[in-house]
């Protein structure tokens, strides 16, 4: 089934403890994103990946980090998680920026207290 | 980067009327998509349209992207198309996304 993951859903964590939401798609998908969506601010893209190794800021980079090692993998990394990252995390890929729609993960909730 | 705004914000049915929600966007965008977040969080692809009109059973959409605006339009509205619905644009590699349209469908 074609689908993308990650993982945790849910996680409760303090603050400054780094952690990593990891997404993966098994569609061979070149285009992947990050996102947070906060009430009635709708979804705001933190970072996405062109292609392998090819990485950039969308509208909310700060306080995290991406890698793209691999093609299917797209790992999300808080170093020093802060309060104001408290909220719901979706991953996203599509086969190319131009080329058809966005298929999303079912999301992560996270808080950091 | 691009503003999206979506309208109405909220918005409220009895089951089997039809709704047209709005999206403008305030610079050319190479691609557009619909999207309905269910009420459980699940975010669901509706089209994809950067131009042009397109039908799936009861809901159809259309974007006029020289007057860059997109319509959707629900038909016969059932209780599980309640949600919220998002516009998504692209442009210079980004997305951006306007702050959704909740619709609830009562019976």
């Known amino acids: 089934e074609a689908q993308v993951t990650q993982n945790p859903r849910y996680l409760i964590t303090v603050t400054g403890k780094k952690l990593t939401v990891t997404c993966s798609q098994n569609?061979?998908?070149?285009?992947m994103s990050w996102y947070r969506q906060d009430p009635g601010l709708g979804l705001r893209q933190i970072y996405y990946?062109?292609?392998?190794?090819?990485?950039d800021k969308g509208d909310v980079p700060e306080g995290y980090k991406v890698s793209r090692k691999e093609k299917r993998n797209f790992p999300l990394i808080l170093e020093s998680p802060s309060p104001n990252q408290t909220s719901l995390y979706f991953c996203?890929?599509?086969?190319?920026?131009?080329?058809?729609?966005?298929?999303f993960g079912p999301g992560t909730r996270l808080t950091v207290l | 980067g691009i503003q999206v705004e979506q309208s109405p914000p909220d918005l409220i049915l009895q089951e089997g009327a039809n709704s047209t929600l709005r999206c403008n966007f305030s610079?050319?965008?190479?691609?557009l998509q619909w999207f309905h977040q269910n009420p459980w969080g699940q975010l669901i692809n509706l089209f994809y349209?950067?131009?042009g009109t397109k039908q799936n059973g009861r809901l159809s959409a259309t974007t006029v992207a020289t007057e860059r605006y997109s319509l959707l339009y629900i038909s016969s509205s059932q209780t599980t198309d309640s949600g919220v619905y998002f516009c998504?644009?692209?442009?210079?590699?980004?997305?951006?996304f306007g702050s959704g349209t909740k619709l609830n469908v009562k019976p």
């Open positions: 996203a890929s599509s086969p190319g920026f131009l080329l058809g729609t966005q298929y």
């Open positions: 569609m061979n998908h070149e285009y």
């Open positions: 990946s062109m292609n392998v190794e090819v990485t």
């Open positions: 610079d050319s965008v190479n691609n």
């Open positions: 349209i950067p131009s």
């Open positions: 998504a644009v692209y442009n210079f590699n980004k997305f951006y």
